[in-house]
């Protein structure tokens, strides 16, 4: 006999305004589509899980989405929760690709375990953590926007900024190197060019930013995602640590990434794998094959960087991640979160925050939601 059936399964759609617009070189979000989970246990124990359109980066829409999580609803109503590999690899194994989706109901998966013996996602995973450090990310723009966005991070105590940058080429060097110059010292920043640099031109920005002695701890995917030679051109060159982001979607392509060399770490997001049972699997082949691991998040509610925090945390690495996205969200991160110093923080032990819910406990009237 099941000791935890899973007999509800519920999606749960809301959007979340941005504080500011949030500006890549792929993409402009002004505000979060979340695509929620609620798995039900037929004790009335409830999971969370969270999944994003991301279509320039995951190739997931809106639709693929609802679509996806309707195949995979008919994977795991009536499986027993307590079971949680077995079920959480049939999630993976339920259909290929659609990764938020996955992640999503593989996150309701663990959160429906931890919650039904009183315990959160990170205790789950096995630690008693209850804040992981993170940067804050700068969006693209001017001098002058990024320089007031960096200077309010500052402010607000975060110590490393993440500048998201390649959408001027070379001439990005020069946007750095004033940017860092007009900032306090020593600021440490890391760049993401998402993708919109050339390997030479990478190569030519990263070298003039070392010749001016900026402080960057890493650059995260400088070159197009399917270009792991150019990728690996930058990281023989580059004067600073390179992060595949974009490239290093599973574990399959950090495998490949650390065959050819192509990076020195990689970033593992639950949205690009397909939730925690594949980040996990993903920064085991990164460590063992010499790579480092960094945890980030999409652009995400509070739901969905709560879990990347405690799969962070669990981790252990000790680095700077990058989960600064519920610091974005204009009602403020919620479930049960807080950034502090630089610092993510959560609610741990008998504190566990109702999951779900809008901060005021009213059913958003654009969320559309159906029952088992
Ligand atoms: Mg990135």
Redesign the pocket.
């Known amino acids: 006999m099941s000791e935890l059936p899973i007999v509800g399964f519920e999606v749960v759609e809301r959007s979340y305004r941005l504080s500011a617009p949030f500006k890549?070189a792929l993409r402009q979000l002004d505000s979060v589509t979340s695509i929620a989970v609620r798995l039900a246990a037929a004790d009335g124990t409830e999971g969370w899980g969270e999944a994003v359109p991301a279509a320039r980066i995951t190739g997931e829409t809106r639709g693929s989405i609802l679509a996806a999580l309707e195949e995979l609803r008919g994977q795991v109503l009536g499986r027993d929760a307590a079971d949680l590999l077995d079920t959480a690899r049939a999630v993976q194994q339920g259909l290929v690709g659609n990764p938020s989706a996955k992640a999503a109901v593989d996150v309701a998966l663990h959160d429906l375990v931890a919650r039904s013996v009183g315990w959160s996602i990170s205790r789950l995973l096995g630690t008693a953590a209850s804040s992981v450090p993170t940067d804050m990310t700068i969006g693209a723009g001017d001098l002058e926007e990024m320089l007031s966005a960096s200077t309010r991070a500052l402010a607000d105590g975060f110590g490393l900024l993440k500048l998201k940058v390649g959408l001027r080429g070379a001439a990005d060097g020069r946007l750095v190197r004033d940017l860092a110059s007009a900032l306090p010292e020593p600021t440490i920043l890391r760049l993401?060019a998402?993708q919109g640099w050339t390997p030479r031109q990478a190569v030519r920005v990263l070298e003039e930013l070392d010749r001016a002695g900026i402080p960057i701890d890493l650059v995260?995917?400088p070159v197009p995602a399917g270009d792991l030679r150019g990728l690996a051109f930058v990281t023989a060159r580059s004067p600073y640590p390179v992060?595949a982001?974009?490239s290093a979607r599973d574990a399959h392509d950090v495998d490949r990434i650390a065959e050819l060399a192509a990076a020195d770490a990689v970033?593992v997001k639950l949205m690009k794998c397909g939730g925690l049972l594949p980040a996990r699997e993903m920064a085991a082949v990164a460590r063992a094959a010499g790579l480092g691991v960094y945890v980030?998040v999409m652009m995400e509610s509070g739901l969905g960087v709560r879990a990347a925090a405690a799969f962070a945390a669990a981790e252990g690495d000790p680095v700077v991640h990058?989960l600064d996205a519920a610091a974005w969200l204009a009602d403020g991160p919620q479930a049960g979160l807080s950034y502090e110093r630089g610092r993510l923080c959560w609610q741990v032990g008998g504190r566990e925050p109702k999951l779900g819910e809008p901060a005021d406990g009213r059913r958003d009237p654009r969320s559309s939601s159906r029952r088992d």
């Open positions: 890549t993401d998402n995260e995917q992060l982001d974009e970033n980030g990058d």
